[in-house]
């Protein structure tokens, strides 16, 4: 499975942003996909995930103004596309953005995408 994240860049407090991340490969068995980010000095954290049927799990920091959601063009219920929406901005969300996957027992991470929130 490979990853790829994309969205990020400088925004201003109070703004939106949309990420993007896209799986290829042995999507078919993905069961997890989800955003984690790391801020300069911090450990990597949990943002939010969706599971292959729907179901969403949210970091207390963002719920409210986080939406985890998957790309529908195809009918079917595999995961390949997820995005990751977030208003309402704040400078403590700025981090490197991972998207990452989980097939089986095998966790798969993308490269990362930087968002800059500025005050």
């Known amino acids: 499975v490979q990853l790829q994240a994309s969205g990020g860049g400088l925004v201003q407090a109070g703004e939106s942003l949309r990420l993007s991340c896209a799986a290829s490969?042995?999507?078919?068995?993905?069961?997890?996909m989800g955003w984690y980010r790391q801020a300069p000095g911090k450990e990597r954290e949990l943002v939010a995930t969706?599971?292959?049927?729907?179901?969403?799990?949210?970091?207390?920091?963002v719920k409210g103004r986080c939406t985890i959601s998957k790309d529908n063009a195809r009918a079917t219920v595999d995961l390949q596309k997820v995005y990751l929406q977030i208003d309402s901005l704040k400078p403590e969300d700025t981090a490197v953005y991972y998207c990452?996957?989980?097939?089986?027992?095998?966790?798969?991470w993308g490269q990362g995408t930087l968002v800059t929130v500025s005050s």
């Open positions: 990452k996957a989980q097939r089986w027992e095998d966790d798969y």
């Open positions: 490969g042995a999507i078919f068995s993905i069961s997890v």
């Open positions: 969706m599971s292959k049927y729907g179901s969403t799990n949210y970091a207390d920091s």
